[in-house]
């Protein structure tokens, strides 16, 4: 029904709306040149990420005019529904919502942001998006039954419940099932390795390692609803991807001010950090970091541990053999955060990324390199 101009309500439980948010999140019409949907750069079949390879290779997607390229990463949509909407918390911290810069406050917000992006769906306007949408018979009737007999009549009444309808289908568990071997370990159905039993210790063992500062939500490091971010903001000193900026047509001065760039965001501190990714799916939806910098899970544990490392050899980044390049932003680095436990040897670092491959939907492990 609709209850404001602009603005109508559907009931978010309502299995038909996930059905209908289905067919949108698929629908390429809905691009400005009809070749590109939500999962062109959410593919089902990867993780919810993008597997298209560009003249960046997968660091950033194409977009619907087969031209334009982004300045960062498609996050992967996997188990999104659980971030929090944007807020700022008792300590000041920013904490929440969606794209790397927490921009979308909600689901809903996110899901209204590509098609009208000019290098991403490249729709021109929400009258545009209806035009697509009055095409659809199917369309048609479901948002009158839905959100009122009068919705196809109003640009951003539509558009409002397209977002809704969207949300839907990506809080449905084809989304989160909560099924990789990590999930199942918990519930007893199979064992880990010595060597992913390693990593989980190590994982969740501040004394150890500083993974779970940012990567771990619950109390409980055996919580099977854990996805791996506490959804805080964080500037790691990931350096420029150098590749992505050459073919992109974002100038070598340009500098991405992360959390500082989304509009309700305007003190300095924050310039540089980004939203925590969840880890779930990580090692079959890279490449890693905001820009897609890093190709390899293994480069991201090594990048993390040259913090604490004093070893020349873990100053050297073995992508490409040379000294890690200097972070993006100097300024706000989280330097307690990234210095907070010891230096990790080959063994324990692969260990980790063993763990972190038990945290892989099982529909996705065929996915998993050796």
Known sequence: MIIAAGTCVADPDQPA???????????????????????????????????RETDAGRAVSLGDDGASLGDRSAPTASYAAFTPSFYRNDAGKYVGG??????????????????????EMGMPDKASVLARLQENPFYIQS??????????????????????????????????????????????????????????????????????????????????QETFSNYEYHN????????????????????????LQNPGVDHPAEEGRFKVPTLRNVAVTGPYMHNGVFQDLRTVILFYNKYNSKSKARQINPETGKTWRLPEVFKTLSVSE?????????????????????????????LLED
């Open 17 to 51: 709306l996930a059905e209908l948010g289905e067919a949108l999140f698929f629908d390429v019409n809905l691009s400005a040149n009809r070749t590109q949907a939500c999962a062109t750069c959410h593919d089902p079949e990867y993780g919810f990420a993008d597997p």
């Open 98 to 119: 969606m794209f790397w810069d927490g921009r979308a406050a909600t689901l809903e917000d996110q899901a209204g942001g590509p098609p009208l992006n000019p290098i």
């Open 143 to 224: 948002f009158e039954a839905m959100f009122g007999a009068h919705v196809m009549q109003n640009a951003d009444a539509a558009y409002d419940g397209m977002t809704q309808a969207i949300a839907a289908f990506e809080r449905t568990a084809l989304f989160a099932p909560f099924d990789s071997k990590y999930d199942r370990y918990l519930r007893g159905e199979v064992m880990l390795t010595k060597q992913e039993e390693l990593g989980r210790v190590l994982f969740f063992s501040p004394q150890f390692t500083n993974c779970n500062l940012c990567h771990q939500l619950k109390t409980s490091p055996v919580d099977p």
């Open 236 to 259: 790691i000193g990931v350096p420029v991807n150098t590749l992505a900026r050459s073919v992109n047509g974002v100038g070598d001065g340009a500098v991405d001010q992360g959390l």
């Open 338 to 366: 990234l210095t907070e436990g010891p230096a990790l040897e080959d063994n324990r670092i692969d260990a980790l990324v063993a763990f972190m491959k038990t945290l892989t939907d099982a529909r996705y492990e065929h």
